[in-house]
């Protein structure tokens, strides 16, 4: 009778293991599959997201050497170097 209980817990346990596994699976699934179609939709314009000062981070380039990491701006200044540790 003991065993019987025990089974029928493990039961239990393992059907709600099983279903917010699969209800997140599902979610992320959804995720990865409507956020590209509503990017399309959603224009990142400043009066939308109440930015009003937004920062374009296509000017600026970024190398790699030996030494770390260097970002450049649009006009060739460094403005930022992160170093490797050795």
Request: overall charge positive.
């Amino acid at each position: 009778m003991k065993n019987q209980n025990s089974q029928e817990s493990i039961d239990k346990n393992r059907r709600k293991f099983l279903t917010v596994m699969l209800i997140g699976s599902g979610a992320f699934l959804v995720e990865k599959i409507l956020t590209p179609l509503f990017s399309r939709f959603l224009n990142d314009s400043p009066a939308k997201t109440g930015l009003s000062n937004k920062t374009a981070f296509g000017g600026f380039q970024v190398t790699e050497n030996k030494k770390g990491l260097s970002v450049y701006d649009s006009s060739g200044k460094e403005i930022l170097q992160i170093d490797r540790e050795t």
